[in-house]
């Protein structure tokens, strides 16, 4: 996997980020909300969700700290969000706005190659995201989220873990006496 340094966009995050807390169950967006801001999580977790048309919550994502998030969708003139952004913790962000992103890119060089190599890095992680869900049996999605996630079992409720990895919570629950008997 690539990995991405942001020595540039981390100096403009110092000079132009704005921090923000986010207490446990607070939404940071809604879903059809307009949020032009791309958000660093400092410390503790979100959940990115989408709500059907049932009313019932697919989770897109769970992210904790060092993660970057935000509604691409958004960034499109009187774009919305596609997605809800909910704190699973109490959770400090720092934010800037896709506005002043672009904008300095567009001045910099070595700013525009930070956010082409944040959005390849990006991609990446999406179509891996696919691949999983339709390649991977649940349990060795399970498993692959414990690998990569080894401290959030204990943040993450079940319910949630068991949304993203596209199972119920009972399921969830056979898929762990199996692993775990």
Known sequence: MIEVHLQQIRELLAQHGVSARYPHGSHVFHQGDSDRRLFF??????????????????????????????????????????FGLVAISDVTLVSLTFDLLVREARSDIDIANEVIAFLIMFARRKERREHDLL?????????????????????????????????????????????FP
Request: hydrophobic share 35%; aromatic share 6%; net charge positive.
């Open 41 to 82: 999580v400092q410390e503790g977790h979100l959940k990115a969700y989408y709500t059907r048309i049932d009313g019932r919550e697919q989770v897109k994502s769970l992210v904790g700290p060092g993660a970057t998030i935000g509604s691409m969708a958004s960034m499109e003139e009187k774009g919305t969000c596609s």
């Open 135 to 179: 390649c991977l049996s649940a349990e060795e999605r399970y498993r692959q989220y414990l690998a990569e996630n080894p401290s959030d079992a204990a943040t993450v409720s079940q319910a949630d873990i068991a949304a993203y990895i596209g199972v119920t919570p009972q399921a969830l629950s056979r898929i762990k006496r199996r692993i």
